[in-house]
């Protein structure tokens, strides 16, 4: 076998995984808008001037994570992730040296000394109960430059706004843009925004950028 069919091979191996990943059940009619989520992230990293370290948290974040190791030879680590779910993407994403899955929670000893220059949450940050308090570990491991980044994932306005679809959730956590007051974000999508409405791809998700508080 020459080496561009060994390319090929690997390629169409990782196609394949990709679309095997499981994501979290709420999310999963979305998932070709979840698609965008991902792939508008991807074009950022692109545009750093280096590659950076990467951290995801929150269940579901396999898929995106081995995404991700595409971009980059440094690590990715996705952490508070379901024993399931890891047992399934390990059978697929072997081929991955740099990435790394973990059940442990964000403040657990794998991360213990650990810093990273980009931490992301998709379709993810709603399965905390406190944005607020997730959000400050987060900070914690995030570089002076670093960002953190909310994606794949939608916010209302007031807790008066919630759906009941999603407060009859078990362990779902629907947030509200002013529980952000106390950070350094910034909106990059809304989904209700004006120009949004003519778009000819529609995605209902926001997609935040919080920034270290010492910058």
């Not at 990943?21 to 280096?50: D, G, R």
């Not at 709603?126 to 900070?139: M, P, V």
Request: hydrophobic letters at 40%; a positive charge.
């Amino acid at each position: 076998m020459n080496n561009a069919s060994i390319t090929n091979t690997a390629a169409a191996k990782q196609e394949k995984a990709t679309e095997n990943v499981p994501v979290p059940y709420f999310h999963c009619n979305n998932l070709p808008a979840q698609k965008i989520c991902y792939q508008k992230l991807v074009q950022q990293i692109k545009q750093k001037p280096s590659i950076p370290n990467i951290l995801l948290v929150g269940p579901g974040c396999a898929w995106l994570a081995t995404q991700l190791c595409r971009y980059t030879d440094k690590v990715v680590i996705a952490v508070n992730l379901s024993a399931s779910e890891i047992k399934d993407a390990k059978k697929e994403y072997e081929m991955f040296m740099n990435l790394q899955l973990s059940t442990q929670s964000i403040d657990g000893k794998l991360l213990s000394d650990k810093q990273f220059e980009l931490v992301v949450f998709c379709s993810s940050i709603e399965y905390f109960f406190s944005i607020g308090n997730i959000l400050k570990k987060a900070l914690k491991h995030l570089s002076l430059a670093g960002e953190i980044h909310i994606c794949g994932s939608t916010f209302n306005e007031s807790k008066n706004n919630i759906s009941k679809r999603s407060k009859s959730i078990k362990q779902y956590f629907p947030h509200t843009i002013n529980e952000l007051r106390a950070f350094q974000y910034k909106i990059l999508h809304e989904p209700a925004a004006f120009i949004n409405k003519f778009s000819l791809t529609k995605n209902p998700f926001h997609h935040i950028v919080i920034k270290n508080y010492y910058m």
